[in-house]
């Protein structure tokens, strides 16, 4: 069973910058895939962005060039930088670790960007 811890979401002001992060544990050897994904008031969820156990990550183009996502395999933490943050980013950020062929998902957790 894995859980997942979620801290850093809050407010904002455009420009600003937050980082999120995300610890798993539980029954865990490797996590292949971590990643962080959102749903603005009123649209569907979406990729934000994700990282393998190798290290390569992915990127919604909407925030390539101001997000960074990194892990530390030591402590099943991922995290997500934001810099450069736009009102359109706010949104609730959900934690996801795939694990031996199943999704988890953090409870989510707010990030506001507004003057």
């Known amino acids: 069973q894995v859980q997942l811890v979620e801290s850093g979401g809050g407010l904002v002001q455009p420009g600003g910058s937050l980082r999120l992060s995300c610890a798993a544990s539980g029954t865990i050897f490797t996590i292949n895939v971590m990643g962080w994904y959102r749903r603005a008031p009123g649209k569907e969820r979406e990729l934000v962005a994700t990282?393998?156990?190798?290290?390569?990550?992915n990127y919604a183009d909407s925030v390539k060039g101001r997000f960074t996502i990194s892990r530390d395999n030591a402590k099943n933490t991922v995290y997500l930088q934001m810099n450069g943050l736009k009102p359109e980013d706010t949104a609730v950020y959900y934690c996801?670790?795939?694990?031996?062929?199943?999704?988890?998902w953090g409870q989510g957790t707010q990030v506001t960007v507004s003057s």
């Open positions: 996801n670790v795939y694990y031996r062929l199943v999704s988890w």
């Open positions: 990282v393998t156990n190798g290290g390569s990550t």
